[in-house]
């Protein structure tokens, strides 16, 4: 038999070892092989995720190999999800592919892990937001209580009465997503009110202003709010397009009594 067929053959016995091998002989098939035996390794049922673990850390694994990795049913756990995003040759369609099998909890975990990268942490908080939408109450709550800024600024846009206030007491929260979910369509009295008393930001210039120029605010805030700026700043609320006719009144009132 000449070199070519011998090869062929060893190449054979090779593939069969690695479908077939226990899982001890599967390390050491592993910790060397090259990319074909390494698919026949992945189909092994004595494969674990401590396999998946060692094999990661190899840094000569082609794209086609990291997708089968991305692909299999161990690839959700915590440890090599870990290690599969912190490998220097993964690319974002395979950084998408894992995200989309992990739960909400722990695409969070992700996106606040100290030290992760930007390309996956944008990832997985893109990720949660799309997730929001159908996302159970309960989740929104957790997720405002812990999330990093882009998903406080999505959770607010949602309105729910429930999920503001852990939002606002978020150290993450920033006054910008305050600002434009008081112009938002969702907003309402409840939510209001919890922003106004709110020892953060209820002292914020400009968060005060939003909530005056907000047509759902109640008169015992928007009046209180009210008294607290200049006079020419409260003429000009006079010509909102927001404010309802009965606001205007309130404001014609506190100006009345200024005046005196």
């Known amino acids: 038999m000449n070199s070519t067929g011998e090869f062929k053959q060893e190449h054979a016995r090779l593939l069969k070892r690695a479908l ?7 390390h050491t098939i592993l910790r060397s092989a090259e990319s074909e035996v390494i698919r026949a390794a992945l189909k092994n049922v004595a494969l674990e995720p401590e396999h998946l673990q060692n094999l990661l850390q190899r840094r000569d694994l082609d794209a086609t190999l990291l997708t089968n990795i991305c692909k299999h049913k161990m690839s959700h756990t915590r440890s090599v999800v870990n290690q599969l995003l912190a490998h220097p040759l993964i690319n974002p369609q395979q950084i998408k ?23 996956v942490r ?7 937001c799309m997730r929001l939408p159908t996302a159970p109450l309960g989740n929104k709550i957790t997720l405002a209580r812990r999330a990093t800024y ?26 910008a997503a305050i600002y434009r979910y008081l112009h938002g369509q969702n907003v309402g009295a409840e939510s209001i009110n919890k922003i106004a008393r709110h020892p953060r930001w209820s ?10 120029r907000n047509r759902h605010t109640p008169k015992r805030l928007f009046t209180q709010f009210l008294c607290g700026i200049p006079p020419q700043q409260a003429r000009q609320l006079l010509w909102s397009k927001h404010l309802k006719p009965a606001q205007k009144e309130w404001i014609r009132d506190i100006l009345g009594k200024k005046s005196v």
């Open 97 to 119: 592919m894992v995200l989309e099998r992990l739960h909400l909890l722990e695409l969070l975990n992700i996106a606040i892990l100290p030290g992760q990268g930007a390309d």
């Open 203 to 212: 002292k914020r210039p400009n968060i005060r202003y939003a909530i005056l």
């Open 20 to 26: 077939t091998c226990d899982a001890a002989e599967l």
């Open 150 to 175: 882009p998903i406080l600024e999505a959770l607010m846009l949602e309105g729910h009465p429930q999920v503001i206030e852990p939002c606002l007491n978020n150290p993450r929260m920033k006054e």
């Open 122 to 128: 944008i990832a997985a908080e893109h990720q949660l």
